[in-house]
């Protein structure tokens, strides 16, 4: 079959395209959380309370240096220096494991506290119950993100390894990278509104 | 052949702690009650931190003008979806609403 | 020497590459076109049996052929059917796939693979939705809308409808990520945007629309999902929630759509008129533009579906006021191909009779629209049959008249073959007639008062029932001799010839079908799309 021409810039073009449509999804849930917000103020303050900075926090300082070393990879590859590239990328995997074993421990916590969706601790406040909807939903949603964004950098791995993604080839890494920061941008502004409100 | 703008490790660097830094600066703040200014000033420092991810490490400095006024056309849709929400959420009348 | 994909056509199967994995895996945007066209003309077979069905119910009122139930779930499977499995995809997936790289002289889409993808994205959920009917607790029967707190409780299947909305909202996504970047990057070298044809240009507009209105769809369904699952109660007042940012979140998406829905059609209308007036289109710019602000301002209206909702004098008349824009520029394209056809060398081939029963259909569809546009006037005629005959009128007269103008345009050159002209005038005239007695009343007994997915109904609307009805046939008799008409495509020696309309766009200067391999190489020279001196018919 006749195999039609590479077009790095365009290859490139619609991962950004993609990478809107996942704004506009999420954008769904910011919208939610913008209204509730405006009607619950009170709840959603209190609500922040009983969240950990601490690994709030932690989580945000996880990310934005996993964006770090992701991007650091990207150049490393651009330079021909594929060891470091790949050391670098599975720095940034790690990091992603960092981060879900760290919404396991919050998640188990608020399970154990009785904060969880359904649960008849939050029957009792209707902005308590759509405030920890909410930060399951979002987080829950967001998690979900960073696993897949784990995966496609693990692929981006494979094919490195496999040398079909060089020095002089590099789109798929670099799209790959793209998707990996969306997912450190929503947190970004996750951390504030869910853990910062009050 | 792909054009190769390569993010010198240094100027990455200097973004990382930047960040780290706004990251800090907006776990600082929130200690202090400034009422409906917290969540404005939250999301400032936010959009600080997501100017800098999206300008040096998605390289957008460095792409076509058309991406970036793509980019901020998205916002702008998700700007008026979140914004004309709110001509019928806070002008509902008061009771239970 | 050209290779065999060089020469042979599309259609038929090239040396050592046969039978239908050379079609369900193909990468050939027009063979991905073909399998979405007789996927979608399939969904609107059953989409028009399920409402043929709905009329047979209305002839009377009380118990006809259905109990109520069955009633309910009949018509949210005739529009989730027509909406999601036919409209939507359409024209875009269908023509657009075909067309689009020809029109640009481009080799293929920039991502083929993705866009075999999208088909199977397509065909995955319309399985799903089909099983959803003989699952489960049987069909959903909360209308296409699937509005809270109904869906949420109803005990039918409906979380395995929206899980079908899901997918088919990521291959309408992924089609518009794919023709975006398909038009910016692959236009043939001297193809400026100002040379473009104004179908790609509508294609350019929905593009966006799919791309981003079709993720709010996606998230929303999820809730609704995710709601039935767990309860969270984000809609539910007893927890905390509100029912009405489930249709805030809903119309978001659902009033762009409906510019995914007609906007191409609008493009076709813009190919056809210019060709058949033998005169360039008037306004090309204003065109081109008026896409792009349907695109827009499509996206700032949603909320006229909500003035009865309870939600704030506010933002009624915030949204009212915003449809009143938004209906501007689809005047402009009105005014245009009128302007385009006066003192045009007009040929009334079934291409353009299609393009002037659209016009027609869709103005009065969109005049009407004015109506319930207007907060005041809407309060009476919010959820009557007033609303289900302006929408029919602008959909189904609007695109549908478009997609049937689509197709005696462009089959001969895709099939290579002349249909019945005959049949296809004769089709013509059942069509507008039956479709104006089947919807016509419906403003009539709207006004009066008759609400839509009523199972039973007063006396008083009997008589206009009964019109309908009947206009269901009259209208079913045209679909059937219409594509009887059309099937002669399908069959006997290629005759035509590779212009047989002696149109100017790019497609018609390849054979009529055309081969596998396009435009390999992007032509030296790009006609000016609607310049017809020195252009001739081949047929």
């Given amino acids: 079959m006749h195999e039609p021409h590479k077009d790095y810039l365009g290859d490139k073009f619609g991962m950004w395209l993609f990478l809107f449509t996942e704004i506009l999804l999420f954008g769904g849930l910011f919208l939610l959380y913008a209204i509730y917000l405006h009607r619950y103020p009170a709840e959603f303050h209190q609500g922040g309370l009983e969240l950990s900075r601490l690994f709030g926090a932690a989580n945000t300082v996880v990310l934005i240096t996993s964006s770090f070393t992701v991007a650091l990879a990207i150049s490393a590859l651009q330079q021909g220096r594929r060891g470091l590239c790949q050391g670098l990328l599975a720095a940034t995997i790690v990091l992603a494991g960092v981060f879900m074993v760290n919404k396991y421990f919050e998640w188990s916590a608020k399970i154990a506290h009785g904060i969880y969706p359904g649960s008849p601790e939050l029957a009792q406040s209707g902005g308590t119950n759509i405030y920890f909807g909410l930060y399951y939903l979002m987080t829950g949603a967001h998690g979900l993100h960073v696993v897949i964004g784990a995966a496609v950098l693990a692929f981006c791995m494979l094919r490195i390894g496999q040398g079909r993604v060089t020095a002089e080839d590099f789109g798929l890494l670099e799209n790959g990278g793209l998707y990996w920061h969306l997912v450190d941008l929503v947190w970004i502004f996750l951390f504030p509104l869910f853990y910062l409100i009050s | 052949m792909t054009h190769k703008h390569i993010m010198p490790f240094g100027l990455l660097a200097k973004i990382w702690l930047v960040l780290l830094a706004l990251t800090g600066v907006t776990v600082g703040v929130a200690s202090f009650d400034f009422g409906y200014l917290n969540v404005l000033v939250a999301m400032s420092v936010a959009s600080a931190k997501a100017l800098l991810v999206v300008l040096f490490f998605m390289h957008l400095k460095y792409e076509n003008r058309v991406l970036g006024a793509f980019l901020i056309l998205v916002f702008v849709i998700l700007a008026i979806f979140i914004g004309f929400t709110f001509f019928d959420v806070a002008w509902r009348p008061e009771a239970g609403a | ?287 081109a533009v008026s896409s792009l602000a349907i695109a827009f301002a499509g996206s700032l209206v949603w909320a006229h579906h909500m003035f009865t909702s309870g939600m704030s004098d506010t933002a009624v008349l915030v949204f009212s006021f915003l449809t009143f824009v938004v209906a501007i520029p689809s005047a402009v394209k009105v005014f245009n191909w009128v302007a385009t056809l006066y003192k045009g060398s007009i040929h009334l081939e079934p291409p353009l009779l299609f393009a002037l029963g659209f016009i027609f259909l869709f103005s009065v569809g969109g005049l009407t629209g004015l109506v319930l546009g207007s907060a005041g006037t809407d309060i009476h005629v919010h959820d009557t049959y007033f609303v289900v005959a302006h929408f029919h009128y602008v959909i189904f007269g609007g695109t549908g008249f478009g997609l049937f103008a689509a197709m005696h345009f462009w089959f001969p050159k895709i099939f290579g073959r002349m249909y019945d002209r005959k049949l296809a005038n004769a089709s013509w005239y059942l069509l507008v007639g039956g479709f104006n007695m089947l919807y016509f009343p419906m403003f009539l007994i709207g006004l009066m008062g008759m609400p839509r997915r009523y199972y039973d109904y007063l006396p008083m609307y009997q008589t206009g029932h009964m019109i309908s009805t009947a206009g269901s046939w009259v209208l079913v008799a045209g679909l059937v001799t219409m594509f009887w008409g059309l099937s002669k495509c399908l069959y006997g020696p290629r005759t035509v010839g590779a212009n047989p309309w002696g149109a100017a766009t790019l497609e018609w200067t390849l054979p009529s079908p055309p081969p596998h391999l396009t435009f390999l190489d992007p032509p030296d020279e790009v006609p000016s799309p609607y310049s017809y001196a020195g252009v001739k018919r081949d047929a």
Avoid at chain 3, 184 to 199: D, I
Avoid at chain 3, 256 to 264: E, H, Q, R, S
């Fill in chain 3, 1 to 287: 020497m050209p290779s065999p994909g060089e020469t042979v056509p599309f259609l038929d199967p090239l040396p050592g590459r046969s039978g239908i994995t050379s079609w369900i895996f193909s990468t050939d945007h027009k063979r991905i076109g073909m399998l979405y066209l007789w996927c979608i003309l399939a969904m609107f077979a059953v989409g028009v049996v399920i409402g043929v069905l709905m009329r047979l119910e209305l002839i009377a009122p009380g118990r006809t052929i259905m109990g109520a139930q069955a009633y309910n779930a009949m018509f949210t499977l005739h529009g989730v059917v027509m909406v999601f499995l036919f409209v939507i995809p359409g024209i875009p997936a269908a023509f657009g796939n075909i067309l689009l790289p020809l029109q640009i002289g481009a080799e293929d889409v920039s991502f083929p693979r993705l866009n075999i993808f999208s088909w199977w994205l397509y065909l995955t959920g319309a399985a799903l939705a089909v099983t959803s009917l003989f699952t489960g607790g049987g069909p959903p029967d909360t209308g296409w809308t699937f509005y809270v707190p109904f869906s949420e409780r109803t005990t039918t299947n409906v979380s395995l409808a929206v899980v079908a909305v899901f997918i088919l909202g990521f291959s309408s996504i992924l089609t518009g990520l794919n023709f975006i970047t398909t038009i910016h990057r692959l236009r043939a070298p001297k193809m400026s945007w100002g040379k473009l044809p104004l179908f790609v240009w509508s294609l350019y507009a929905t593009a966006w629309i799919q791309l981003l209105a079709t993720p709010v769809l996606g998230v929303t369904v999820a809730l609704v999902f995710i709601e039935r699952l767990l309860g969270i109660g984000l809609f539910d007042p007893a927890k905390g929630g509100d029912p009405l940012l489930y249709q805030h979140l809903f119309w978001i998406y659902s009033h762009p759509a409906v510019y995914i829905m007609i906007v191409p059609a609008m493009g076709v209308i813009s190919e056809v008129i210019p060709a058949f007036a033998r005169k360039s289109i008037f306004g090309y710019k204003a065109i």
